[in-house]
């Protein structure tokens, strides 16, 4: 089994930045990649970004293209989001999860995942 801890969320200013750090323990050797979610109230949770664990390719959700990048530290086993320019909309609890067989980043994909981190954005 894989455990993951996020951490990094807070209340930021639209504009600012935040960076997310999803930190992974167990049985990492089987990551085949790593992926962001979130989830704001009322609404489903959707993909944000993705990230293939030995290659390091990347993938975004058209909303935060631009703003937001996914990284890995494979010697800390860690995953990374660094989100700048907050807008309002991207107030959710984001939830890192970890797909040990492909890059489908389809959630059902996932095998494990966080306990999430909240991240709200004043206007």
């Known amino acids: 089994q894989v455990q993951l801890v996020e951490s990094g969320g807070g209340l930021v200013q639209a504009g600012g930045s935040l960076r997310l750090s999803c930190a992974a323990s167990?049985?990492?050797?089987?990551?085949?990649?790593m992926g962001w979610f979130r989830q704001a109230p009322g609404k489903e949770r959707e993909f944000v970004a993705g990230?293939?664990?030995?290659?390091?390719?990347?993938v975004y959700a058209d909303s935060v293209k631009g703003r937001f990048t996914i990284s890995r530290d494979n010697a800390k086993n860690t995953a990374y989001l660094q989100m700048n320019s907050l807008k309002p909309e991207d107030t959710a609890v984001y939830y890192c999860?970890?797909?040990?067989?492909?890059?489908?980043?389809?959630?059902?994909?996932?095998?494990?995942w966080g306990q999430g981190t909240q991240v709200t954005v004043s206007s």
């Open positions: 167990g049985r990492t050797i089987s990551i085949f990649s």
């Open positions: 990230i293939s664990w030995l290659g390091g390719n990347t």
């Open positions: 999860a970890e797909d040990q067989y492909g890059t489908n980043w389809r959630e059902y994909e996932f095998d494990y």
